[in-house]
């Protein structure tokens, strides 16, 4: 009964650099959300996806940034031609229904560093 | 869009003692959520309270709906080392499938 599933757990760059950061929902689980979390912050929403769709990436910036989650295989949040205030921990929550009421569960996390 | 604010930010609890943390929002709520994040960790769902005044606990840790819906509150009792971390409130963004969190209580647990 694995939970959500992240790698890397941390991952260096240097500036210019692309990032790909990956992350398997629990087993069951259809709907993604990817957070970023500063030292000493709360999570900061990035974006929502289900199976092949964005169903809302309004906290994710317009440029550099992507994310899918295809048909098969995890969920990737790309980062393009990183910058030393990219360094980060990107965490990916799961739930398993559609809706604001659901809790969810969160992966390790991703500890980027921007050199 | 939805903001829940958090009281106080940081905490220094001597082991043994209680304490309160509380969230706050300036609409009413439909639900509201508590999830923990130990230093280094992930966050962890605790608990979700729906109903206006509705408490429920878990061990040592008390949670509350206020009765409008617009606040909540974490009681621990009896601090122990363990409950060192940082404690998340999240209500639903109005209008949207996701959650806003606030930005977390650090508890200290000095021994």
């Known amino acids: 009964n694995a939970g959500v599933m992240q790698n890397p757990r941390h991952l260096v760059r240097r500036r210019g650099q692309e990032a790909r950061l990956r992350c398997s929902p629990m087993?069951?689980?259809?709907?993604v959300y990817w957070y970023r979390q500063l030292p000493e912050e709360g999570l900061k929403f990035m974006v929502y996806?289900?199976?092949?769709?964005?169903?809302?990436e309004s906290g994710m910036p317009k440029e550099r940034f992507s994310a899918e989650f295809p048909k098969e295989g995890p969920s990737i949040l790309r980062i393009q031609q990183v910058v030393r205030g990219d360094s980060a921990a990107y965490f990916c929550?799961?739930?398993?229904?559609?809706?604001?009421?659901?809790?969810?569960?969160f992966g390790d996390g991703t500890r980027l560093s921007i050199l | 869009g939805q903001q829940v604010m958090q009281i106080p930010q940081y905490q220094h609890v001597q082991e043994g003692e209680d304490f309160t943390t509380y969230c706050n929002s300036s609409?009413?709520?439909?639900?509201i959520q508590w999830y923990k994040q130990r230093p280094g960790g992930h966050p962890v769902f605790l608990i979700q309270l729906v109903k206006s005044g509705e408490v429920k606990k878990q061990k040592r840790l008390t949670f509350q709906f206020g009765e409008a819906k617009k606040n909540s509150s974490l009681h621990i009792t009896a601090t122990q080392t363990t409950d060192v971390g940082t404690y998340f409130c999240a209500a639903p963004w109005y209008g949207n499938n996701r959650l806003a969190f606030g930005k977390g209580n650090q508890v200290v647990v000095i021994p």
């Open positions: 996806l289900q199976k092949e769709n964005i169903i809302d």
């Open positions: 087993k069951g689980h259809s709907h």
């Open positions: 609409t009413t709520l439909s639900n």
């Open positions: 929550a799961s739930s398993d229904r559609v809706g604001n009421n659901q809790p969810q569960h």
